[in-house]
């Protein structure tokens, strides 16, 4: 307290009433900073409660997440189906079968799986198309295939 008042006394004797106020609002300023070194951290914000729908966190159900946004992207295009929807598929369709048959499993059993109907727009062996102008599947045609995806997971 002492040295905040031989400060006041120089600031006047140097710059009268213009010194005393520059002084006194450095002392405030210097106070406050030692006050806030003194204080605990933060408090963290209150987490936000969650909407219907809300997904939460980007890192969370990140496999969920990639299913959504390949799905999303199908009927686009036949070149954005084929890039991005199709090997999805194919691979959530052989990994299904390869838990239920083993791994070794006839590589015809995911198209009698399928069907003839549905296999061409599974089938990983089937080039892919670069028309960006042709539409994709029919949302009705990936809700089958995602049925009998399920399908194979829930018939055990």
Do not use: Q
């Not at 009705?140 to 295939?145: F, R, S, T």
Request: aromatic share 6%.
């Amino acid at each position: 307290m002492v040295a905040a008042g031989c400060a006041l006394a120089a600031g006047y004797l140097v710059a009268a009433v213009p010194g005393v106020l520059l002084i006194a609002a450095a002392l405030a300023g210097l106070g406050l900073v030692a006050l806030r070194s003194g204080l605990p951290g933060a408090v963290p914000p209150r987490p936000r409660p969650a909407k219907p729908g809300d997904l939460g966190e980007p890192g969370d159900f990140a496999s969920y997440r990639k299913i959504a946004n390949a799905l999303s992207w199908a009927g686009v295009s036949a070149r954005h189906y084929d890039s991005v929807t199709r090997p999805l598929l194919a691979r959530l369709l052989a990994a299904g079968l390869a838990e239920r048959y083993g791994p070794g499993h006839d590589p015809a059993l995911a198209r009698a799986f399928m069907g003839e109907r549905l296999w061409p727009l599974v089938d990983p062996g089937r080039p892919g198309s670069r028309d960006s102008f042709a539409p994709g599947p029919d949302p009705a045609v990936l809700h089958e295939i995602a049925d009998r995806l399920e399908d194979l997971w829930r018939r055990r």
